[in-house]
């Protein structure tokens, strides 16, 4: 989970964003109990953030009026952008990024115009991202580290969780991360191997960054090489899929997956798709949210991970 610092000041940015918020909203905005927010109000309060109370059904939280920090200024369309990949964020599976995406989100309102305000509301209520979930992290801050470390081309180290050969230390240069069928990887080169690797964030724990920095490779693209390994692993599934449609119309898609645009062939009866996956039971899935026929070539096991959906679906009705 993240600090509490990072939750106080995503509790004093809501404050700010609203005229009064209850207790509860703000307990659930972020992902702590009331006992919880009344010890963060009091933190603001020791740091002299002038914060009123009001009990009561009506009640709950409010800053001295006239009281604001200095607000950071987007234009209309940086709001919209920004507002949208937090909406993305959201379903990514960071639970310990929950405060800083409610404290970002909160500093955005506070800035907007009352236009705005309620455009970019209106996104959050009405527009849903749909993206598969996210494993569990042994590591909360496994991405940041990573990530940062990519940045500043430093060498990082790690406890990898293998599930064939337990739990080994690793030492790599990472050169880049790449959130891809509901997992994160991070890419780059492993010293223990001597070669380039890829490794899931949900297999990770204790990442450390180290005082070696490294060279990156120029041109270097960590999700095409996360797909070239994908699809020569012995593990992997080969797929082949007749899609009942066309070029166009798979384009405009908003479930198109980008990375498969190279593998669809022409076939009379519409476009022959043959790609690899590391999940059937997810690949199952994504077919579902098709709005096209399609037909299962290949392989047995795709169509079995079909049928348990469809009748996970069906019990639920």
Same mark, same amino acid.
């Given at each position: 989970m993240s600090g509490p610092t990072t939750r106080v000041l995503a509790a004093l940015e809501l404050l700010q964003s609203h005229r009064q918020i209850s207790g509860a909203e703000l307990a659930e905005r972020l992902e702590v109990d009331r006992r919880t927010v009344r010890r963060y109000i009091a933190v603001l309060e020791e740091l002299g953030i002038p914060v009123t109370t009001e009990q009561g059904r009506y009640g709950g939280y409010s800053l001295v009026a006239g009281f604001k920090l200095p607000p950071m200024m987007f234009t209309d369309e940086e709001t919209l952008a920004i507002a949208l990949g937090l909406l993305a964020a959201r379903q990514l599976g960071l639970a310990a990024y929950a405060p800083a995406i409610a404290g970002v989100e909160a500093k955005l309102e506070r800035v907007m115009p009352d236009n705005l305000k309620r455009r970019v509301r209106a996104v959050r209520d009405t527009t849903r991202v749909i993206l598969p979930r996210g494993e569990p992290s042994l590591d909360d801050h496994a991405l940041l580290t990573l990530t940062s470390a990519a940045e500043d081309s430093q060498r990082v180290a790690f406890r990898y969780h293998s599930p064939d050969r337990g739990m080994i230390d690793r030492i790599i240069d990472p050169y880049g991360v790449v959130f891809r069928q509901g997992r994160w990887y991070v890419i780059g080169f492993c010293h223990l191997r001597q070669a380039m690797r890829s490794f899931r964030l949900d297999r990770i724990d204790q990442v450390q960054a180290c005082p070696e920095t490294f060279r990156r490779p120029a041109d270097f693209d960590p999700a095409t090489f996360l797909q070239d390994s994908l699809s020569s692993w012995g593990q992997d599934h080969e797929v082949s899929v007749l899609l009942h449609t066309d070029r166009r119309t798979l384009s405009a898609l908003g479930t198109f997956i980008p990375e498969c645009s190279g593998q669809f062939e022409a076939h009379e009866d519409g476009l022959l798709m043959n790609t690899y996956t590391d999940s059937l039971e997810w690949f199952a899935w994504w077919l579902s949210q098709l709005p096209v026929r399609f037909t299962? #070539? !290949?392989? =047995?096991? $795709?169509? =079995? !991970? $079909? +049928? +348990?959906? !469809?009748?996970? #679906? $069906? !019990?639920?009705?």
């Open positions: 299962i #070539l !290949a392989p =047995e096991g $795709l169509k =079995e !991970a $079909l +049928r +348990r959906h !469809a009748q996970t #679906l $069906l !019990a639920a009705c």
